[in-house]
């Protein structure tokens, strides 16, 4: 028989990997607060991320994108994909604490390449801890290369009154609804062929988390921002989340990218937050710089990785706003 070597060691027996059920949402909840909060170091792990919202409105949104692995009865792990078109990403990924280090993640990890190809995403990736030499070198394994550092920016929503012309997703009739979706889908596959927002647009919709907000130039869609606000969404209390944004490229970008940012300040200030937080991938450096000319600091910086090292959207001149976090 082989001897083993130094670095190898044996998954526990009897994990058995499934998509996540609505009966799991709360044990689901926990292993990511406890994981997050540990790695982390916080006093109490539980309160990781506060009253904000990750899985619940996640697998709402698609429950077809949550994987779970179970060892007798019990939840020990979670991982969410998600699908946008053509590009999908993973995370929040946890594993109970107890049971890091024994393959877990790997078993989660496998089956969500395989949704990935199901879908038929081109461009996929991750967000994870820059400083991490363990997380970097788990998504290796997978194809996933470090790229661009991701900044976790905000800045105070202030109380100066602007007037920037938007207008609201929410607002709009079910039919309109419809002709939207398809005018967003234009507007972000021509960033990236197949970047489609449908998912987040509805589930923001849907459950009520917020608003996505649309910049028109006469009737052509120019921009639109899918944002969350407050207590049980991706924001939290006292704030207001762009988890997505985009202009269209081309000589009035960094203008109407301005104007989109103006708009976010506006809807959150409309919802009374205080804070406005959005991520941005540092391979877009134009739209870095817009960032911190309309006053956003970075809180936290972590790493993109990205399937065979590819940039996707995350080029240069390309005004978006995203984190994958
Ligand atoms: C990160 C996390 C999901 C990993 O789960 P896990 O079940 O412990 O991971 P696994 O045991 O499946 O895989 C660990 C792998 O890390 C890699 N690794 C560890 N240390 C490494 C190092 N110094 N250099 C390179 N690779 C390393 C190895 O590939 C190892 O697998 P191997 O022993 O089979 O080669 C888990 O620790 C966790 O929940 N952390 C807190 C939350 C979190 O950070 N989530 C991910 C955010 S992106």
């Not at 994981?35 to 697998?59: H, M, V």
């Not at 939207?180 to 990236?192: N, P």
């Not at 991520?279 to 817009?290: C, H, I, K, S, T």
């Amino acid at each position: 028989m082989a001897s083993q070597s130094a670095s190898s060691r044996t998954t526990p027996a009897g994990i058995t990997v499934r998509l996540l059920r609505e009966s799991d949402l709360p044990a689901a909840d926990r292993i990511f607060r406890l994981a997050f909060g540990t790695y982390l170091g916080l006093a109490d792990p539980l309160k990781f991320t506060g009253d904000a919202d990750y899985i619940r409105t996640r697998w709402l949104a698609d429950p077809a994108a949550v994987l779970a692995a179970e060892r007798d009865g019990e939840l020990v792990g979670i991982n969410l994909a998600a699908r946008w078109g053509s590009v999908g990403f993973f995370g929040p990924l946890a594993i109970l604490p107890d049971l890091w280090d024994k393959g877990i993640a790997q078993l989660l990890l496998g089956p969500t390449i395989d949704l990935f190809d199901r879908w038929g995403v081109r461009h996929a990736g991750l967000f994870t801890f820059a400083a991490s030499a363990k997380h970097v070198g788990l998504y290796q394994k997978y194809g996933f290369w470090p790229r661009f550092l991701t900044a976790l920016m905000e800045r105070p929503v202030g109380t100066e009154n602007t007037t920037t012309q938007w207008t609201r997703f929410s607002a709009l009739s079910e039919p309109e609804k419809l002709a939207c979706l398809e005018a967003c889908r234009e507007l972000t596959s021509s960033i990236y062929d197949g970047l489609d927002l449908e998912r987040e647009i509805l589930a923001v919709d849907r459950q009520n988390l917020g608003d996505t907000l649309l910049t028109w130039n006469v009737s052509q869609l120019v921009g639109l921002a899918v944002c969350h606000a407050g207590c049980g969404t991706e924001a939290g209390s006292g704030k207001c989340y762009v988890k997505f944004a985009c202009v269209r490229g081309g000589p009035s970008a960094p203008r109407e990218f301005r104007r989109l940012l103006n708009a976010c300040r506006e809807f959150g200030l409309s919802t009374g937050a205080a804070t406005l937080t959005a991520g941005m991938n540092l391979a877009r450096v134009d739209a870095y710089r817009e960032m911190l000319g309309a006053g956003f600091r970075a809180t936290t910086q972590g790493v993109a990785m990205e399937r065979n090292g590819e940039a996707g959207y995350n080029r240069p001149d390309v005004f978006l706003v995203d984190d994958w976090r």
